[in-house]
């Protein structure tokens, strides 16, 4: 299994009024941003725009029925500002475009209704400051995170520090839902975002839930788009898993870094796996 990919993280030490949920916030603001610094349409329509295949800001929002090559990393109930901006495969060329464009969004669109100005402090990639709340920084260093599986370990907990929005059998998961369900959702993203062709997990999971405390959260966040506001909750808390497979161990290293289940460019679905000794 391979996989690149490149985090931004970036430090905003303002202690403005912050939502319980910055995932919805924080997307449209940055997308906002992101179309002014590359749209080079006269119309600024993206329907029908003869630069669509080559756009990013197309690519991330406005193409449809695809799994988006990024991800944000934020918590629910945060303490600050602060967020990560995951880009993977062919999306890695478009950094200096997500730089640019957060810097943007924070400090002239603002954020929030009253579209307040925020300064961002700094950004990092691997430990190394990209932006000092100044000056951009030389990217030529930059080198993107590759894929290292760890020894197989058939135990493990999974701590989803934000919601699964998870489908089975045509439903959102509300409470318990089936193993295979969690893996064949991470399989079904990490082929699409290496760009491979379409096909079912291919294998028998194996493996036992022995212990859950997930609980729904109901979530919601207001769609510009459609002008309405939209369901976006799921399933938070921890599983226990014994006996687990070796393939679906793999994936579930792979989730780690992708999230899981539906609109993960929000933030949902990301979780830390631990061994259980």
Not at 43 to 56: D, G, K, L, M, P
Not at 63 to 82: A, D, M, S
Not at 117 to 144: H, R, T, W
Not at 248 to 265: D, F, M, R
Request: aromatic share 12%; hydrophobic share 35%; proline share 3%.
């Amino acid at each position: 299994m391979q996989l690149s990919w490149i985090k931004i993280d970036i430090e905003i030490k303002n202690d403005t009024r912050i939502p319980f949920f910055t995932g919805s916030m924080l997307r449209g603001v940055i997308g906002h941003a992101l179309k002014r610094v590359v749209c080079i349409n006269p119309s600024y329509q993206c329907e029908n725009c003869f630069a669509q295949r080559e756009c990013t800001f197309y690519k991330f929002y406005e193409e449809k029925n695809i799994f988006h090559l990024y991800r944000l990393g934020v918590t629910l109930q945060p303490e600050n500002l602060n967020f990560s901006f995951y880009l993977f495969e062919e999306a890695k060329v478009s950094l200096p475009y997500v730089m640019r464009s957060i810097i943007n969004a924070f400090e002239e669109e603002g954020i929030g209704k009253s579209r307040t100005k925020v300064k961002v402090d700094a950004m990092y990639i691997s430990e190394q400051c990209v932006y000092d709340g100044k000056n951009f920084l030389s990217l030529a260093d930059i080198v993107p995170e590759s894929l290292h599986l760890k020894a197989y370990q058939p135990d493990v907990a999974l701590e989803f520090s934000m919601p699964l929005r998870l489908k089975e059998n045509n439903k959102i998961v509300r409470e318990s839902f089936q193993l295979h369900t969690l893996i064949s959702s991470i399989h079904n993203r990490y082929i699409h975002l290496r760009g491979e062709e379409n096909t079912s997990l291919g294998y028998r999971v194996e493996g036992e839930i022995i212990a859950s405390s997930m609980k729904y959260v109901d979530m919601q966040r207001y769609s510009n788009r459609s002008q309405t506001r939209m369901k976006i909750g799921g399933v938070k808390g921890n599983l226990m898993i014994k006996g687990l497979d070796m393939k679906s161990y793999e994936y579930l290293q792979i989730g780690e870094i992708i999230a899981a289940g539906k609109q993960t460019v929000f933030g949902l679905g990301a979780y830390t796996l631990k061994e259980i000794r």
